[in-house]
T-cell receptor, first 115, second 111 residues
């Protein structure tokens, strides 16, 4: 199993540009999520999904869109990039436990810089 | 709002020492708790998961416990090695799909 994969690994954007961060998992996990990691602030949840066709907002959803058309893929879209979105983005997946997310597995991250 | 504090923020110890990392939640109603390791510039590696019916988990030299009455968790590392140098993160969920993360403890083990 490849686990959780993310592309690209690095990206530089100009303010106002749009892009999609890709995330895929081959473990048949129902639950997938996107986090951003900023110095001194830990990981913050952006959006999450509990299954194909179902998404919900996390702690910092503004400026980001997601969709979940398949179990395997959970792309994150930046519609109009801003410098405040410069961060490291992580995708994670897990089995859905009895009440919520179970053990999470993380991808290697995408390092995004917005100029 | 659930918040997570990890103490200490940074720690430097000589090789061979036993050490304890602490994690505390403002809301003690924690359902699942997970400890991670993160190496510089890398993703997160899952170390231990304590599920709702459990109080502790062990893997090799690592032991994690959760006191649900206080909302506090500890990660115990026995006989530390230079290869243990990394940032250690704890994260918990209160029975929802939202894991809340601490800001981590940066550990350096000196040879």
């Amino acid at each position: 199993n490849a686990g959780v994969t993310q592309t690209p690994k690095f990206q530089v954007l100009k303010t106002g540009q749009s892009m999609t961060l890709q995330c895929a998992q081959d473990m048949n996990h129902e639950y997938m999520s996107w986090y951003r990691q900023d110095p001194g602030m830990g990981l913050r949840l952006i959006h999450y999904s509990v299954g194909a066709g179902i998404t919900d907002q996390g702690e910092v959803p503004n400026g980001y869109n997601v969709s979940r058309s398949t179990t395997e893929d959970f792309p994150l879209r930046l519609l109009s990039a801003a410098p405040s979105q410069t961060s490291v983005y992580f995708c994670a997946s897990s089995y859905q436990g009895l009440a919520g997310a179970n053990e999470q597995f993380f991808g290697p991250g995408t390092r995004l810089t917005v100029l | 709002k659930q918040e997570v504090t990890q103490i200490p923020a940074a720690l430097s110890v000589p090789e061979g020492e036993n050490l304890v990392l602490n994690c505390s939640f403002t809301d003690s109603a924690i359902y699942n708790l997970q400890w991670f390791r993160q190496d510089p510039g890398k993703g997160l590696t899952s170390l231990l998961l304590i599920q709702s019916s459990q109080r502790e988990q062990t893997s090799g030299r690592l032991n994690a416990s959760l006191d649900k009455s206080s909302g506090r968790s500890t990660l115990y590392i026995a006989a530390s090695q230079p290869g243990d140098s990394a940032t250690y993160l704890c994260a918990g969920t209160s029975g929802t799909y939202k894991y809340i993360f601490g800001t981590g403890t940066r550990l350096k083990v000196l040879a």
